[in-house]
C-alpha cells in the first residue's frame, strides 16, 4: 500500500472544464512535488512545496495551479487546458528535499 | 546535451542472468543518485540511492557510483520476468541545485 494517495487515478476533461487532481501523503514528509510524465521525455519537476511554502516553479503554464493546504495534502487545480497537457501526473513525497522522493500512483489525465 | 542519459533500450536478457543497467550524467558536482523502477501503468518505485564511489548492495541488487567517470550503474542478479520494467536514474546535484534530473529510462525485458 502506497503512503502517498492519488485521486482520482483517471480524468477525461473537456478544454473548458475546471478539475482539481489531489494528492494525501501519509508518511510526515515535509516535501511535496508535482510531476509531468509524458511518453519518451523524463520526468518534468513542476512544483515543489517545502513545508507549505512554494519553493520552486519550472515555467508551469498558469492553467495549472497548486495548492498546499498543510504538509500531507497537495492539489492541483486545472483550468482551461489543452490536448498537449494530456499526461500522467504524478505526485511525490520526501522527509526533506534532499532525501528520495516517493510517489503516489498518478492520475492519468485526457484531454479532449 | 542531455544531464542524465540511459540507453532506452529495450535490453533483454534470459531469466536468471545478470542484467546491467547504465547511466551517465553531466553535472560533475552531482552528490546523490538514485535508481527507480517502473511498471507498466504504475508509479515509479524507489529501489537504490548511492551517495559515495563504489558499491552498494540491497538483495539481488547493486548500484555502482563512479563520480570520476560520472556514471552510475545498476546490476540486477538472477533476473526474474517479474524484474521486467523501466529503470529510471535520477541525479541531485550539489549545494543550491538541489533539483532531481531524470533520465529517459531503460526498458528491461526478463524472458522465461
Known amino acids: 500500500e502506497t503512503g502517498v494517495t492519488q485521486t482520482p487515478r483517471h480524468l477525461v476533461m473537456g478544454m473548458t472544464n475546471k478539475k482539481s487532481l489531489k494528492c494525501e501523503q501519509h508518511l510526515g514528509h515535509n516535501a511535496m512535488y508535482w510531476y509531468k510524465q509524458s511518453a519518451k521525455k523524463p520526468l518534468e519537476l513542476m512544483f515543489v512545496?517545502?513545508?507549505?511554502?512554494?519553493?520552486e516553479n519550472n515555467s508551469v503554464p498558469s492553467r495549472f495551479s497548486p495548492e498546499c493546504p498543510n504538509s500531507s495534502h497537495l492539489f492541483l487545480h486545472l483550468h482551461t487546458l489543452q490536448p498537449e497537457d494530456s499526461a500522467l501526473y504524478l505526485c511525490a513525497s520526501s522527509l526533506r528535499r534532499d532525501q528520495p522522493q516517493h510517489f503516489g500512483d498518478g492520475t492519468r489525465l485526457s484531454i479532449l | 546535451q542531455k544531464e542524465v542519459e540511459q540507453n532506452s533500450g529495450p535490453l533483454s536478457v534470459p531469466e536468471g542472468a545478470i542484467a546491467s543497467l547504465n547511466c551517465t550524467y553531466s553535472d560533475r558536482v552531482s552528490q546523490s543518485f538514485f535508481w527507480y523502477r517502473q511498471y507498466s501503468g504504475k508509479s515509479p518505485e524507489l529501489i537504490m540511492s548511492?551517495?559515495s564511489n563504489g558499491d552498494k548492495e540491497d538483495g539481488r541488487f547493486t548500484a555502482q557510483l563512479n563520480k570520476a567517470s560520472q556514471y552510475v550503474s545498476l546490476l540486477i542478479r538472477d533476473s526474474q520476468p517479474s524484474d521486467s520494467a523501466t529503470y529510471l536514474c535520477?541525479?541531485?546535484?550539489?549545494?543550491?541545485?538541489?533539483?532531481?534530473?531524470w533520465g529517459l529510462g531503460t526498458s528491461l525485458a526478463v524472458n522465461p
Open positions: 535520477a541525479v541531485r546535484g550539489a549545494g543550491n541545485n538541489r533539483k532531481l534530473i
Open positions: 512545496y517545502s513545508l507549505e511554502e512554494r519553493v
Open positions: 548511492i551517495y
